[in-house]
Nanobody
Framework: QVQLVESGGGLVQAGGSLRLSCAAS????????MGWYRQAPGKQRELIAG???????DYNDSVKGRFTISRDNAKNTMYLQMNSLKPEDTAVYYC????????????????WGKGTLVTVSS
């Protein structure tokens, strides 16, 4: 019913930048909270940035000041601008969206993308 596709991952040197995108498609009336998560090898998945439908943002301390989350509601797309990347940022990055599929609903159904790999070399 709803698909999330991440893009923009890749290999970058420490200190470099990448911009991730998450495009949502399917049966969507609107999207509530959107978020970026990451999972490094051998570690649990962690929330690194979130953004509400009104544009309020929050960040994990590990990325605060380096990463910027944003969204384009008209395109059902979310972005993550990642600057000053560090080797410890290496992980698979996932997007998660709370999707409203009928106008009478207020609570969104969570959907996940399949992830995009970010590798930061030292």
């Amino acid at each position: 019913q709803v698909q999330l596709v991440e893009s923009g991952g890749g290999l970058v040197q420490a200190g470099g930048s990448l911009r991730l995108s998450c495009a949502a498609s399917g049966l969507i009336v609107r999207i509530n909270t959107m978020g970026w998560y990451r999972q490094a090898p051998g570690k649990q998945r962690e929330l690194i940035a979130g953004i509400t439908s009104g544009g309020v943002t929050d960040y994990n301390d590990s990325v605060k000041g380096r990463f910027t989350i944003s969204r384009d509601n008209a395109k059902n797309t979310m972005y993550l601008q990642m600057n000053s990347l560090k080797p410890e940022d290496t992980a698979v990055y996932y997007c998660r969206c709370e999707v409203i599929m009928t106008p009478s609903n207020f609570v969104g159904t969570p959907y996940w993308g399949k992830g995009t790999l970010v590798t930061v070399s030292s």
